[in-house]
């Protein structure tokens, strides 16, 4: 293996809705287990901290500013692995280019036309408060929400209809067996109050192994090593899938993840 150097970027506070500790958190133990194994480990700098780029053998990073990704671009053109990938990214960062790509690979996702109400998100970038995902009760309302995100600076958005099921927050790792999810209606970790609006889960039974290899089918689809997904399982245990992101906090499960992140992260830097 040689000694190998590999920095850390933490993502942008305003990409971090009420989770910039947990995002640290799981970078930091990343970090740990990395160090353990014999690399050395850049200190984790914030994106939008002014820093000088650090030379590295690979770049794990948080990052979503387009600014980083531009640079973070320029070194995997010379070879060196990025986690995640900036093309990926990207791909999250474009909602409905995302849900697109999906669709096209046979991904199940929430319909365009329901009854039972809509929810309304922006196309570029990220949730960053909650006026950038919002519910509607019928598509005439959807419509006046997506005028007043217009005036607020949001000109394009995208509407689906929404999925009456349990709300599941999954997590996991390509390239490992690591898949984990849960019920935020059970513990109450939730970024935005919106989330909520599935109410108590009923914890419909599903198949776990299925939704599992649709979600490592999605993500291979998009070229993403590291991610998290917001899941709908209806009552009669069919699922789809509602949000897929680039390196979530994984909060309720950070040691557990770390060590398959870094077995990733390994992967990508082809030593193992």
């Known amino acids: 293996m040689g000694q190998q150097t590999i920095a850390f970027i933490a993502r942008a506070t305003r990409f971090s809705p009420n989770s910039v500790g947990k995002d640290l ?41 387009q600014d980083t990704l531009n640079w973070l671009g320029q070194y995997e053109r010379d070879g060196i692995p990025v986690v995640n990938c900036t093309a990926s990214v990207m791909l999250c960062k474009m909602r409905r280019l995302q849900q697109n790509v999906l669709d096209e690979a046979g991904i199940p996702l929430p319909p365009h036309v329901g009854g ?71 513990d109450g970790l939730w970024k935005f109050s919106a989330e909520q609006h599935n109410g108590r889960p009923h914890h419909y039974p599903f198949d776990a192994d299925a939704l599992h290899a649709m979600l490592q089918q999605a993500a291979a689809t ?38 398959p992140i870094a077995h990733r992260i390994r992967q990508e830097m082809r030593d193992e």
Not at 47 to 52: A, H, I, L, N, Y
Not at 137 to 144: F, S, V
Not at 232 to 251: C, E, K
């Open 25 to 65: 958190a799981i970078l930091s133990a990343v970090r740990r287990v990395l160090q353990h194994d014999g690399y050395t480990c850049a200190d984790i700098v914030a994106e939008d901290v002014p820093q000088d780029i650090v030379e590295a053998d690979a770049y794990v990073s948080m990052g979503r500013c």
């Open 116 to 186: 039972n109400g809509y929810w309304v998100k922006r196309d570029y970038g990220y949730a960053e408060t909650p006026y950038d995902v919002q519910y509607a009760p019928d598509h005439a309302a959807a419509q006046r929400i997506a005028g007043e995100m217009a005036l607020r600076g949001i000109p394009d958005v995208d509407i689906r209809a929404h999925v009456v099921g349990d709300l599941l927050k999954c997590y996991a790792v390509t390239g490992t067996d690591f898949f984990r999810y849960y019920y935020p209606g059970d």
């Open 222 to 259: 998009l070229c993403l090593d590291v991610y998290g997904a917001d899941c709908i399982v209806r009552p009669d245990g069919s699922f789809v899938l509602v949000d897929l992101n680039d390196w979530p906090s994984f909060s309720r499960c950070i040691d557990e993840a770390a060590v």
